[in-house]
């Protein structure tokens, strides 16, 4: 390994790896992180899912079986937000000023905490495809791969847009407000609960949901779960992830040390 490629690497991987032992060693976030959206995923899907039949499920699914992805989507996007208020937390605890003055390039510091929260959500992730067949859905060795490797990517993704919320923050409680006051309505407008209108009154709230990042990565993990071809919606899932990663890069490379104390 160069020199070059030693003075990232290094970095990222002891920050990926603090984000695991992190996480693990927390068990009710563990368990809550997990919990909570399949409890979410039972509740409307089987309370609930007559009301939304007739206007959100495809002719042939049952609504459990559609809010699968939806609930994914969900996973995916609590496990990997929520993992970046450790940015927060490191603030307080002095750990990030330290890492800041250290010789250590912002690209190995950004790459090691967005790739953590992405594993983080990777592995739930996972967790939560066993689940599968109880929606009515079995998957393939095809598909599992093509979602291992989507997963990640929009875990990658939503892990760096948490990323740029928290970077600027310092108090947990602002990061938990703006989480609650954008993230639900991005997940409840990108396809998960019903499906995109496409006339009548709700034509407006279709234009909004095309215009969510994370409308194409529930499409691309529904069409992934039928072994069905996705790729604009992945590409479009890769240039949110790129996106987030650079402006992540770009926020954390014109921060010293000082502006966080």
């Not at 693990?24 to 509740?43: E, H, I, K, N």
């Not at 010789?103 to 959500?121: E, M, S, Y």
Request: charge should be positive.
């Amino acid at each position: 390994m160069s020199d070059s490629t030693q003075s990232w690497f290094l970095p990222a991987a002891t920050l990926w790896w603090r984000e695991m032992v992190r996480f693990f060693r927390q068990r009710d976030r563990v368990l809550g992180a997990f919990a909570t959206p399949v409890v979410f995923w039972l509740l409307l899907g089987l309370g609930l899912g007559k009301s939304f039949k007739s206007t959100a499920v495809p002719d042939g699914h049952g609504y459990l079986e559609y809010f699968y992805a939806g609930t994914m989507a969900m996973i995916l996007l609590f496990t990997a937000i929520f993992s970046t208020v450790s940015v927060i937390e490191d603030r307080k605890e002095g750990f990030l000023q330290g890492v800041l003055v250290a010789p250590v390039g912002r690209f190995g510091l950004v790459l090691g905490k967005i790739t953590g929260g992405a594993t983080l959500a990777l592995i739930q992730g996972w967790v939560f495809l066993a689940l599968a067949p109880f929606a009515g859905i079995h998957l393939s060795v095809a598909s599992v791969v093509e979602l291992t490797g989507g997963i990640f990517l929009l875990s990658f993704a939503l892990t760096g847009l948490g990323f740029v919320i928290a970077w600027p923050m310092n108090s947990t409680a602002g990061f938990h407000a703006i989480l609650t006051l954008f993230l639900m309505p991005m997940w409840l407008l990108s396809g998960a609960v019903f499906t995109i209108p496409t006339e009548g009154a709700g034509r407006w709230l279709g234009w909004i949901m095309r215009a969510n990042p994370l409308t194409y990565g529930v499409t691309a993990l529904r069409a992934s779960l039928y072994g069905e071809a996705a790729t604009t919606a992945w590409l479009v899932t890769g240039g949110f992830a790129v996106v987030m990663f650079v402006l992540s890069l770009w926020l954390s490379r014109r921060t010293t040390a000082g502006d966080l104390l």
